[in-house]
């Protein structure tokens, strides 16, 4: 089973900077991707961006290309999201995510960190 544990979040001005940590643990990790998500008040969660562990591909919601950064460090079993020139719309609980094979959907839930931008 897998365990992730994010971190990172807090309060910042809009067109500030957050970068947010999701560490995993569990027995030879070794996923097909990982992921973040967001869920705002009263919304549905909703995609934010991933990345493939072994070749590094990422992808990302049209909503932060370009202001947001995925990447990995295998040898550490973490994902980082860097997050710059945020918007008050992107206050929400930040979720990371494990995509197990190609196939199956993304879970192992973390508990979420709270990431809050002010104007």
């Known amino acids: 089973q897998v365990q992730l544990v994010e971190s990172g979040g807090g309060l910042v001005q809009a067109g500030g900077s957050l970068r947010l940590s999701c560490a995993a643990s569990?027995?030879?990790?070794?996923?097909?991707?990982m992921g973040w998500f967001r869920q705002a008040p009263g919304k549905e969660r909703e995609y934010v961006a991933s990345?493939?562990?072994?070749?590094?591909?990422?992808n990302y919601a049209d909503s932060v290309k370009g202001r947001f950064t995925i990447s990995r460090d295998n040898t550490k079993n973490t994902v980082y999201l860097q997050m710059n020139n945020l918007k008050p719309e992107d206050t929400a609980v930040y979720y990371c995510?494990?995509?197990?094979?190609?196939?199956?959907?993304?879970?192992?839930w973390g508990q979420g960190t709270q990431v809050t931008v002010s104007s």
């Open positions: 995510a494990v995509k197990r094979t190609m196939f199956r959907n993304f879970g192992d």
């Open positions: 569990g027995r030879s990790f070794s996923p097909y991707a």
């Open positions: 990345i493939t562990w072994s070749s590094g591909t990422t």
